[in-house]
């Protein structure tokens, strides 16, 4: 069957480290990965886009990678800070179809 | 704010009460999807909009439910006969292109209470 996986347990790291997310997928053939913010009770908000012919993605403090022999993404914030401290979403889209098939999220939490 | 909005935000209904929801996208974008989600899930394809074609919708969304986006522009999704598992955050997104790999901008999304 067809999966998305990110860690359901809350990811807590200590202010200044990195931070490191991890999405994994079965049975898809992605075109894209997509990873996203979303604070509770708004919508998620994009952050990064990786295509399939690509190994890494870097956007300020923030980078992806994307290896789809392992069929994994890993998302990494370094020199975190708490006000990263939200939930973090990956999506992909399969090769050929517009929809976004999501994760459920890994909750960060940034301590002081 | 993306620039995505939402009405209503929130919404309380009784259950077999029919709900109408509506969403305008960025201006420019001629995509549009609707998702659900539930706590601690991930958003759950409804369906989607090219301009004013409903191009896809999920085989999850039963014949109570029904989207429209007359003119390619805002877009109403309508819940007739609500159920209490209808309960959940809808969000809407749009999005630029016509081909995959977009980002999509999302609405702040409209909480349904079904009582």
């Known amino acids: 069957s067809q999966k998305i996986e990110q860690n359901s347990e809350a990811l807590n790291i200590q202010e200044g480290k990195t931070a490191t997310l991890t999405c994994n997928y079965t049975?898809?053939?992605?075109?894209?990965l997509q990873w996203y913010r979303q604070d509770p009770g708004r919508g998620p908000v994009f952050l990064l886009l990786i295509r399939e012919n690509e190994k890494e993605k870097r956007k300020e403090r923030l980078k992806v990678t994307f290896d789809t022999t392992l069929k994994q993404s890993l998302f990494h914030i370094t020199a975190s800070q708490p006000a990263d401290s939200a939930t973090y979403l990956c999506?992909?889209?399969?090769?050929?179809?517009?929809?976004?098939?999501w994760g459920a999220g890994t909750k960060l939490i940034i301590k002081p | 704010d993306t620039g995505v909005s939402q009405d209503p935000r929130h919404k309380i209904t009784k259950r077999g009460q029919n709900v109408t929801f509506r969403c305008d996208p960025i201006?420019?974008?001629?995509?549009l999807y609707w998702y659900r989600q539930t706590l601690g899930q991930g958003p759950e394809f409804l369906t989607y909009?090219?301009?004013?074609?409903?191009?896809?919708k999920s085989r999850l969304l039963s014949d109570r439910f029904s989207a429209e986006r007359p003119k390619g522009s805002f877009s109403t999704l309508e819940i007739q006969r609500t159920e209490q598992g209808d309960s959940a955050m809808y969000l809407c997104?749009?999005?630029?292109?016509?081909?995959?790999?977009?980002?999509?901008?999302f609405g702040p999304g409209t909480r349904l209470t079904v009582l």
């Open positions: 049975n898809y053939s992605p075109a894209y």
């Open positions: 201006s420019e974008h001629n995509r």
């Open positions: 997104a749009s999005s630029l292109g016509t081909t995959a790999g977009y980002e999509q901008f």
């Open positions: 909009f090219q301009n004013e074609a409903q191009l896809e």
């Open positions: 999506a992909l889209d399969e090769k050929g179809n517009y929809q976004l098939i």
